[in-house]
């Protein structure tokens, strides 16, 4: 039976080439600095966001993480959409392990926050309250339909925190997919930001690893707090090779994974009992709200999984499918027939 997992793209196995590279990567300690395959990666990812410096990471989680008590001291309060990865899928770390006082607005379905919210959420000085210090936006924004954030919006909401005396960071885990969506460079996306954090390891296939790029004294600071939890990593160019090659290599395709994202919405479009979430500029998501006489979420994707086809179940009433390098045409057309099957004669 033909497999087709479209659960996430951090379901991507390493290429060949990531492979071959991963043998071959010149290695040696990084927390002394030494590893030369690090280094590389980290100069090509700074030079890509055009930001003067670069930290090469575990996860996106820990990205974020270092970020965020990187610009916030115990007690600070940082603005963020109530859909963001950073305050819906990360344990609330910042504020668990960092102190850190979050302060969610609504994200409007676009993945944006209304910079009038944001401004009125500012914090006027006074011994009542905590100290607004930093906006975090995401960009693609995961649960917002993989919208991806526009070059306008992002210098809006830049403007903004400049006159509010505030710093931004943008979560870019996909950054390069929003980019590739919107015909832009990444480095004019991540212009406004004062730090911005991408994954290697989600659409751009390779095993592990995200980077924190921004100011040199930023990425010191971030270094440090990399560190303390536990981040700090040896002979790791074993990974920063896969990552050269993810940006190398997978960036330019990340295009393909669009189309058939849009091909999977429009094959599913008008099939009875789902409606796919509709969007202005698609990138490598697609949601799918089931009817109310429809199954739950749980159930559908298990009666796909039976049928080699696998999507999440992201909430009560919603799936989600993630296209990736390796779905090809065919497993869309696949998963397209599976899903018609299904809603036609559920059992
Ligand atoms: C996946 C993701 C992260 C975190 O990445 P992990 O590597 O899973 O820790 C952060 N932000 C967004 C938007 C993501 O999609």
């Known amino acids: 039976m033909r497999e087709v997992d479209l659960r996430s793209d951090t379901v991507t196995r390493p290429t060949d080439s990531m492979r071959r590279a991963m043998a071959a990567a010149e290695v040696g300690d990084d927390v002394m600095r030494e590893d030369p395959t690090v280094r590389r990666l980290e100069e090509m990812a700074a030079a890509r966001l055009d930001k003067p410096a670069a930290l090469f990471v575990p996860s996106g989680t820990m990205a974020n993480l270092a970020s ?24 609330g770390g910042a504020a668990a392990l960092g102190g850190i006082h979050p302060r969610p607005l609504p994200n409007r379905p676009d993945g944006t926050l209304d910079p009038a919210d944001i401004e ?33 919006y992002l210098r809006q909401v830049g403007a903004l925190k400049d006159r509010l005396g505030l710093r931004l960071h943008v979560d870019g885990a996909r950054i390069f997919n929003a980019a590739a969506a919107l015909g832009v460079s990444p480095a004019e996306l991540a212009a406004p930001a004062d730090s911005v954090t991408f994954c290697l390891s ?40 896969a990552g050269i090659v993810a940006l190398t290599e997978m960036v330019p395709r990340l295009a393909e994974d669009h189309a058939r994202a849009g091909q999977l919405a429009a094959g599913l479009e008008g099939l009875p009992g789902i409606r796919v979430v509709p969007a202005a500029l698609r990138t490598n998501i697609v949601y799918l709200d089931i009817a109310p006489e429809g199954p739950p979420a749980a159930e559908l994707a298990a009666a796909l999984a039976a049928r ?4 999440l179940a992201a909430s009560p009433r919603r799936l989600r499918a993630v296209t990736h390098h390796h779905i090809s045409a065919a497993d869309i057309d696949h998963t397209v027939a599976a899903l018609d099957r299904l809603q036609r004669a559920p059992h």
């Not at 940082?78 to 344990?91: K, N, S």
């Not at 100011?215 to 707090?225: H, I, N």
Request: glycine content about 12%.
């Open 120 to 152: 009125a959420a500012v914090r006027p000085q006074d011994v009542h309250f905590p100290r607004t210090r930093l906006i975090a936006l995401e960009n693609t924004h995961n649960r917002c339909n993989g919208a991806p954030l526009s070059p306008d």
């Open 308 to 311: 080699g086809v696998k999507m």
């Open 202 to 241: 989600k659409g751009l296939g390779a095993p592990a690893g995200s980077l924190i790029c921004g100011s040199r004294d930023f990425v010191e600071e971030a270094r440090r707090m990399r560190k303390v939890l536990g981040g700090g990593m040896r002979q790791v160019g074993v990974l920063a090779a």
């Open 68 to 91: 965020l008590l990187t610009h916030c001291p115990r007690g600070a309060e940082v603005i963020l959409g109530d859909q963001a990865h950073i305050f819906y899928y990360e344990q």
